[in-house]
């Protein structure tokens, strides 16, 4: 059975106490409820470690790695940072981090390789811009997204990827992919794995839906047979609007 995971992106958004309080409210929250989706919240880096210290059951992720193991990389913080802080999951390949830090899928496909080697879990981010889709281009630029970045794993190694599929177009704008948009790639993007690594493989990898995910519509989106759950934006930012997306499972 694949992992349902909704995961909280909090990109860089509150001080340090504020972070600490916001996971201290998710953790209360989702520890309360019983089974579903592992919650994950991926706070920026300097609040990690003192937001790890106040989650059980809530798993924690990074929103970025480093591309190089160690070194003179003035800024960077390396996966085994990241492990040996405790660190579960990590985000590759935001479209912030493609749109304005360069990030390409040969970059990513280096972060991956680094993430997987010191035992981090990457929640690998892919999706098309609005002209994509409006050309009828976006399960093409995704299979290549997928293809240039992740296709030099092995089996074993890609069994331990989750993919987030975020269309560029719903993150942070308020629109949402419809239920049948998602599920349409989502259902592609697991035949495309399927074709690479086999079915049993691609049966058991998990595919989140990103962008502009709230309360309101995340059971809708949920309820799709190859929907495993969501990367959350904004609304990770409110511990109960989060938890209500958690709950949608
Ligand atoms: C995101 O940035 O990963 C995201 C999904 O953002 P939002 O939920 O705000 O659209």
Partial sequence: MRKKIVAGNWK????LQEGV???????????????????VVAPPFLHLTEVKKVLKTVSI?????????SGAYT?????????SAGI??????????????????????KKVDLALANGLTPIFCCGEVLSERE???????????????????SAEQFSRIVIAYEP??????????????????????????????????????????GGSCKPSNAGELFANPDVDGGLIGGASLEAGDFIGIVKAF
């Avoid at 800024?75 to 492990?83: F, I, P, T």
């Avoid at 592609?188 to 691609?202: D, F, N, P, S």
């Fill in 75 to 83: 800024g960077e913080v390396s996966a085994a940072m990241l492990k």
């Fill in 12 to 15: 860089m958004n509150k001080t």
């Fill in 168 to 209: 560029v177009w719903a993150i942070g704008t308020g629109v949402t992919a419809t239920s049948d948009q998602a599920q349409e790639m989502h259902h592609y993007i697991r035949g495309v794995l399927a074709e690479k690594y086999g079915a049993a493989v691609a049966n058991e990898i998990s595919i989140l839906y």
């Fill in 135 to 153: 050309q009828n281009l976006h399960l093409g630029v995704v299979k290549t997204q997928l293809a240039d970045a992740l296709f030099h794993l």
């Fill in 61 to 69: 992720a990074a929103q970025n790695c480093a591309a190089e193991s």
């Fill in 88 to 109: 579960e999951y990590v985000i590759l390949g935001h479209s912030e981090r493609r749109a304005y830090y360069g990030e390409t899928d040969a970059i990513l496909a």
């Fill in 21 to 39: 309080a916001l996971a201290q409210t998710v953790e209360q929250m989702a520890s309360a409820l019983s089974g579903g989706a592992q919650v």
